[in-house]
DNA sequence: CCGGATCCCCTGGGATACTG
DNA sequence: CAGTATCCCAGGGGATCCGG
């Protein structure tokens, strides 16, 4: 038994109109967000580190990132004043306590990763099939 | 003590590479997946019915999620031959574990959702005051 | 009723080059 | 070192019209 209907509270969570939910999915979830935070659950890091350590983001969008993740508090910024200048990021309160959701999703992902694929597949051949899928 | 470190199990998620988790990001993080898959946990439901329900999401839109969610095992589809025709669309069982996580998302996002408005507008301040945000 | 086809727009993401 | 400035492109999202 892994469902559970009900998922909106009766009555209906405020899913649709401020939409909260999509107010925070559209800001975590896009291409980056979740690794740049994974990362910093690891320690705070300096930009160049987290550069490195992501690998094929570009500076740009890093910054990006990095800087709409502090906008919404996630993240906190604090410059060094030495030279060379360092930056170091951290995650806030908040942005700790995001790791929670984020680790059932991450979890849920490796478990269903392989299911996932698999359904692909299967549409796929459907598809190649000529079936207009299920039928009743 | 809200925060745990170590999100990342020891050695790395294979987070970055195949990227299991921005796999599932990609098809669930966009507008509107999450949302159809929150109004289909209440109860299978038909094409209108859905586009009624949710509201500002053209036709267009809406047949493409469901199509990708489909494809990814999230939903079934249900030709019911019939005139005029009937589809229904249902959570599969994968769909269905889905939720788990979403809910832990959800419940983060409404305990949350002040603190992220806060902490946009002492950024706004902030950025308004000329500071370089914080310093040390 | 359930979409597909088409067209448009806008944003997110990337490459590259340049500064304090 | 830690970014910003520019330019570009692909894809997501929307509007509208048409077909089975």
Redesign the pocket.
């Known amino acids: 038994m892994t469902g559970s209907r009900g998922l909106l509270p009766p009555g209906g969570v405020d899913f649709n109109q401020p939409c909260v939910v999509r107010d925070v999915v ?1 800001r975590v979830g ?4 979740m690794l740049v935070l994974a990362h910093l659950a690891d320690m705070p890091q ?6 490195r350590a992501i690998g ?12 709409r993740l502090e906008e919404d508090g996630f993240v906190s ?1 604090t ?2 004043d030495v030279t ?6 951290a995650l806030t309160e908040m942005g700790s306590s995001f790791l929670e959701p984020l680790r059932a999703l991450i979890g849920w992902a490796e478990a269903h990763h392989q299911a996932i694929v698999v359904a692909r597949e299967n549409f796929g051949s459907a598809q190649k099939a000529g079936a207009t899928r299920t039928r009743a």
């Open positions: 559209d896009d291409r980056w967000s300096r930009f160049n580190a987290l550069h094929d983001i570009s500076k740009q969008v890093l910054s990006r990132t990095l800087r910024r410059v060094h060379p200048p360092q930056v170091e990021y």
